[in-house]
């Protein structure tokens, strides 16, 4: 099992619609959890990071952590062409030594149809 | 402005021939970190460094060495570089640990023939 999973995509949504991108993980242990969006032949570009369960709003982006679950999910808003790209989700697994070890999901490629 | 610089951007080299690939932060961060970004297989981290002279394996360090002798500079060495090698690599940057790097550099395309 992949420590963390994405589904590859892509996804394809409307312009204007809602974009829901997914990601599992599977150490309990993990503290922290991040999405970044990458264009093509870019850099990756942090978007979001959450720590604690629940909603975390950000603009048109919505980020939701179920630790129980073991789930962290990104919403995007009123889905725009220029959100078209790959987002990745990170996860990074701390301890009270500082170790910060950090592992990406293979990502999700959105696709917003204009 | 605040950036993560990497050179080269582009790098064709023969298999066994000695490279580094430099990094450079302006933030006065104190992590950093190695990435390498395949097809199906996304990023995968290098190595990380928390701190000055402290650095640590992130998921596939083998055929890689680095070195954090200034916070500024965090370069990746291969020392025997193989075609399996062959890939994009990212130096990343951050404040306050690992996962919040807010700062990638442009990437290095290496292909080792």
């Known amino acids: 099992q992949k420590e963390v999973e994405q589904n590859s995509g892509p996804l394809s949504v409307p312009e204007g619609a809602i974009a829901s991108l997914n990601c599992t993980y599977s150490?309990?242990?993990?503290?922290?959890f991040f999405w970044y969006r990458q264009y093509s032949g870019k850099s990756p570009e942090l978007i979001m990071f959450?720590?604690?369960?629940g909603d975390k709003e950000d603009g048109r982006f919505t980020a939701q952590l179920n630790k129980a679950s073991q789930y962290v999910s990104l919403l995007i808003r009123d889905s725009q062409p220029s959100d078209s790209a790959t987002y990745l989700c990170?996860?990074?697994?701390?301890?009270?030594?500082?170790?910060?070890?950090?592992?990406f999901g293979t990502g999700t490629k959105l696709q917003v149809i204009p | 402005e605040a950036q993560v610089t990497q050179n080269p951007r582009y790098l064709i080299t023969v298999t066994g021939k000695k490279l580094t690939v430099t990094c450079s932060q302006n933030?006065?961060?104190?992590?950093m970190s190695w990435y390498r970004q395949d097809p199906g297989l996304g990023l995968r981290q290098i190595y990380y460094?928390?701190?000055?002279?402290?650095?640590d394996k992130g998921d596939v360090p083998e055929g890689y060495k680095v070195s954090r002798k200034e916070k500024r500079n965090f370069p990746l060495i291969l020392e025997s570089p193989s075609p399996n090698q062959t890939s994009l690599y990212f130096c990343?940057?951050?404040?306050?640990?690992?996962?919040?790097?807010?700062?990638f550099g442009q990437g290095t395309r290496l292909t080792v023939v």
């Open positions: 959450i720590y604690s369960n």
């Open positions: 150490d309990r242990g993990s503290q922290s």
């Open positions: 990170a996860v990074n697994i701390g301890n009270s030594g500082g170790y910060q070890k950090v592992t």
């Open positions: 933030m006065n961060h104190e992590y």
């Open positions: 990343a940057s951050s404040l306050s640990g690992g996962g919040t790097e807010a700062f």
């Open positions: 460094s928390m701190n000055v002279e402290v650095t």
